[in-house]
């Protein structure tokens, strides 16, 4: 069934989350093999579809949506067989989910990927980071990821199917 569904972006966690999503539903798309940081998002074509020059980005026909997480929820409320990949039906169950999800997003992909991007590898790119902030960033990383993760044991074990689409990170 075409559902006139486009995504741009590819060579990152990031991006990757939205095609497993598309792919764990079953959905034809049309795909934009573009990769951050290669000049390709700022194009006049991808600027009108994202000011932000940020990939991914989905179109469903008119609608045009950035950020990997909103796309996943999105394609979920939209597309996803509650038999087969749990959708919440009521605003406490969503926003547990949302809870979670939110997690993954603000403190184990940013969070990780601020101290890999400004102190593993990337320091060309992003420049260089004080050292104390390194240590202070990793310590306050790992305490509320352990901590978040011990009392959320059992949201996790409920909710593994949709958020394991928001755990791919670059």
């Not at 497993?20 to 034809?28: A, D, K, P, R, T």
């Not at 990780?112 to 240590?135: N, P």
Request: glycine share 6%; charged share 25%; aromatic share 10%.
């Amino acid at each position: 069934m075409a559902h006139d569904l486009t995504l741009w972006g590819t060579g990152t966690g990031r991006t990757m989350r939205a095609h497993w999503m598309l792919l764990e539903l079953g959905l034809e798309y049309e795909f934009h093999p573009i990769q951050a940081r290669s000049g390709e998002t700022h194009t006049e074509e991808f600027k009108r579809l994202n000011p932000r020059h940020k990939i991914p980005v989905l179109r469903h026909g008119q609608f045009v949506l950035t950020e990997s997480a909103a796309i996943i929820q999105y394609l979920s409320e939209t597309f996803a067989d509650s038999k087969e990949l749990y959708v919440p039906k009521d605003a406490t169950s969503r926003a547990t989910l949302n809870e979670w999800c939110y997690f993954i997003v603000s403190e184990l992909d940013a969070g990780s990927l601020y101290v890999v991007r400004r102190h593993e590898g990337l320091k060309h790119v992003y420049g260089e980071a004080r050292r104390a902030q390194s240590r202070r960033q990793r310590s306050t990383f790992c305490t509320t990821s352990k901590r978040w993760l011990r009392e959320s044991r059992a949201v996790a074990r409920i909710y593994l199917a949709s958020g394991s689409v928001l755990r791919t990170s670059s």
